[in-house]
């Protein structure tokens, strides 16, 4: 089935420093969603981004819907002991359709 | 608030053996609901949507059926489990008036098949 293409597919990095994390489709996405999932749990939903060009924080989070309504990224500034987990992005296409990146792996060394 | 709800959190289950998985949620009324596959390490596969009360989209061909007997609650159910039907299993909705609206996942259920 479709997939988005999610990139880094893990990420190492120091407490304080910041992340960035992208995804990119051939299809064009009427919204954008960026999840973290942590082990053993569902995913919890992050940012919801519905315009193309529109950009939102949560927190330390920001999120853009790209222009083209093809590729959308998630930045973290300042990561902490908890922003470890997995990021999904998911595009949704109609009312019900989600379809999800493969996920980047965060891990953040004290 | 909303409130969404999956049992069991694990099941160990041999091979040919049937399977009931069950999702509620609580809060609101009317939602879509849905269920989601997720192999170890990677992203999410849809395997069932639900608009409302009896009425199911099955999106991959596979050897589990769904059923929604009620408004808020959603069934993921086998006659004869396969190997390859370990996994965890996610169940989510959203609101259904309007497109666009975001899905909000349980806690999930691990599967595995021995």
């Known amino acids: 089935g479709q997939q988005l293409n999610q990139s880094p597919q893990s990420m190492f990095i120091q407490e304080g420093e910041d992340v960035s994390m992208n995804c990119t489709s051939s299809?064009?996405?009427?919204?954008w969603l960026w999840y973290k999932q942590d082990p053993g749990e569902g995913p919890v939903l992050l940012i919801a981004?519905?315009?193309?060009?529109e950009l939102t924080s949560n927190g330390r989070l920001t999120a853009q819907f790209g222009i083209t309504r093809k590729d959308s990224f998630l930045n973290i500034s300042a990561s902490i002991p908890s922003d470890v987990g997995i990021y999904f992005c998911?595009?949704?296409?109609?009312?019900?359709?989600?379809?999800f990146g493969q996920g980047t792996r965060l891990t953040i060394n004290p | 608030s909303q409130t969404i709800h999956q049992w069991p959190a694990t099941l160990v289950q041999p091979v040919g053996s049937p399977l009931s998985l069950e999702c509620t949620v609580e809060g609101t009324s009317n939602p879509n609901l849905y269920w989601y596959r997720q192999a170890a390490g990677r992203g999410l596969q849809l395997l069932f949507y639900?608009?409302?009360?009896?009425?199911i989209s099955s999106e991959v061909p596979q050897n589990l059926s769904a059923s929604r007997p009620q408004d808020r609650q959603f069934i993921l159910s086998s006659k004869k489990l396969l190997l390859s039907d370990s996994g965890f299993y996610l169940c989510?909705?959203?609101?259904?008036?309007?497109?666009?609206?975001?899905?909000?996942f349980g806690d999930g259920t691990r599967l595995s098949i021995l």
């Open positions: 299809s064009i996405f009427n919204t």
């Open positions: 998911a595009g949704l296409q109609g009312a019900q359709k989600l379809v």
């Open positions: 639900s608009v409302g009360i009896g009425q």
């Open positions: 981004l519905y315009k193309a060009g």
């Open positions: 989510a909705w959203s609101v259904s008036l309007g497109s666009n609206q975001p899905q909000h």
